[in-house]
């Protein structure tokens, strides 16, 4: 299975917004609501701030918004903050009855 | 209040086998829920390697060409993972996690523990 597409980096400054695009295809992304986001920082665990696309967990800011079309889900945050400043990674479940992640994006709050 | 915790050797040679527990506390492995793996090598990013449904069913990454197994030991409300003849691409933060069913809720992981694969 191939990983799921993201770019490599974003970058905001304080209070902008940014989207971070997650491609993937029909068996994947785009056939089924399975899609997660992760945060993650340096030397901890991934932390889970969307799940089945659109749902945010309990305790997790409003600030982050997920969605889709098609094979592209999509992760927006707003309002940018500095400890927003991570790694992001979406994955998906898939056809095959396996999930797949996204090689991860670099989010630097300038 | 749900906790995972890893545990297992730091380092396995080259050829031989890896293997993981995955303690949970605050929650019965029985009674529901996904239970599974995921790993991210230094530098690169997070891959999904296999799940263990509470029924013992399971479901592995096929890149990983049958060398894992996920298993459960109810008896000790904890779960496993063997990877056989690592490599040194095998090297990286291993997490175990619980997934809830019909979703893509993976909320609780461990903190994670490093294995290398080294002579």
């Known amino acids: 299975q191939s990983a799921l597409t993201q770019p490599a980096s974003v970058s905001g400054s304080p209070g902008q917004s940014i989207t971070i695009s997650c491609t993937g295809t029909?068996?994947?992304?785009?056939?089924?609501?399975?899609v997660s986001w992760y945060q993650h920082h340096p030397n901890k665990a991934p932390k889970l701030m969307i799940y089945?696309?659109?749902k945010r967990p309990s305790g997790v800011s409003n600030r982050f918004s997920g969605s889709k079309s098609g094979s592209t889900a999509s992760l927006t945050i707003s309002g940018l903050q500095a400890e927003d400043e991570a790694d992001y990674y979406c994955?998906?479940?898939?056809?095959?009855?396996?999930?797949?992640f996204g090689g991860g994006t670099k989010l630097t709050v300038l | 209040q749900v906790q995972l915790q890893e545990s297992g050797p730091g380092l396995v040679k080259p050829s031989e086998t890896l293997s993981l527990t995955c303690s949970v506390s605050?929650?019965?492995?029985?009674?529901?829920?996904?239970w599974g793996w995921i790993r991210q090598p230094p530098g690169k990013g997070l891959e999904w390697l296999g799940t263990?449904?509470?029924?013992?069913?399971?479901y592995y990454n096929p890149s990983l060409k049958s060398r894992a197994t996920i298993s459960l030991d109810t008896s000790k409300n904890q779960f496993s993972l063997t990877l056989t003849s690592v490599t040194a691409a095998d090297t990286a933060v291993y997490y175990c996690?619980?997934?809830?069913?019909?979703?893509?809720?993976?909320?609780?992981w461990g903190q994670g523990t490093l294995v290398t694969v080294s002579s």
């Open positions: 029909s068996n994947d992304v785009g056939g089924y609501n399975y």
């Open positions: 605050g929650y019965s492995i029985s009674s529901g829920y996904r």
């Open positions: 996690t619980r997934r809830a069913p019909s979703s893509s809720l993976r909320d609780y």
């Open positions: 263990v449904y509470h029924s013992g069913s399971t």
């Open positions: 994955d998906s479940y898939t056809s095959s009855d396996t999930w797949v």
């Open positions: 089945d696309v659109t």
